[in-house]
């Protein structure tokens, strides 16, 4: 089972509308979480930290739930720019360790 | 404006020869990283470096070695490439001893034929 997993998608959403995705972990000594989005043929830029409390920046609201052992990431009012592939990234208590996700596709039509 | 470049885009290599990926950056970031991105696999980590002449392994470090003489370059190094290493090649770096946003080059493409 990879450690971290996540719905490759894609996940199609009309302009405007709200998409939620979620990212699985096994590893519950996961410390800190970030989501990073990378556009076809570039590489990744971090998004968004992932905060205890859940954070939103912007029209982006990212939840972590320790728990069930997953993250998510909801795009509000989606633009035709936020097409794109996230990746969920995760460290341990082991620095220099980043896990990624494979990522999930979103494709945000008109 | 953090800049992170990598030697080539692409770069198309034979079995058994030998390659070699750089990375530069020049942002005097101390931490460096290797990862491979592969479809439906995700980035993985090859090896990383939090100090000129220090390396830490990876996930995924068999078939490769590293080298950082320089704070601001990193190189990658495959002593004899093989089908499977046919991969995205992306290097990181990040600042500080507990930073975590990686800032990323654009990427090369290896094909090993």
């Known amino acids: 089972r990879k450690e971290v997993e996540q719905d490759p998608g894609p996940f199609n959403v009309p302009e405007g509308a709200t998409v939620a995705f979620n990212c699985t972990y096994s590893?519950?000594?996961?410390?800190?979480f970030f989501w990073y989005r990378q556009d076809c043929r570039k590489e990744p830029k971090l998004l968004m930290s992932v905060y205890s409390s859940g954070n939103e920046d912007g029209r982006f609201t990212a939840q972590l739930n320790r728990a069930s052992q997953y993250i998510s990431l909801l795009i509000r009012d989606s633009k035709l720019s936020d097409s794109a592939t996230y990746l969920c990234v995760m460290t341990t208590d082991s620095w220099g360790k980043f896990q990624f996700g494979a990522g999930t596709q979103v494709v945000v039509t008109p | 404006d953090v800049k992170v470049t990598q030697s080539s885009r692409y770069l198309v290599k034979r079995t058994g020869e030998k390659v070699f990926l750089e990375c530069v950056q020049d942002?005097?970031?101390?931490?460096m990283f290797w990862y491979r991105q592969d479809p439906g696999l995700g980035l993985r980590l090859i090896y990383f470096s939090y100090d000129v002449k220090m390396k830490e392994k990876g996930d995924i470090p068999e078939g490769y070695s590293v080298s950082r003489e320089k704070k601001e370059r990193f190189s990658l190094i495959l002593e004899s490439a093989s089908t499977n290493q046919t991969s995205m090649y992306l290097c990181?770096?990040?600042?500080?001893?507990?930073?975590?946003?990686?800032?990323f080059g654009p990427g090369t493409r290896l094909t090993v034929t």
């Open positions: 990181a770096t990040c600042t500080g001893a507990m930073s975590y946003e990686q800032y």
């Open positions: 590893n519950s000594a996961s410390q800190s």
């Open positions: 942002m005097d970031h101390e931490n």
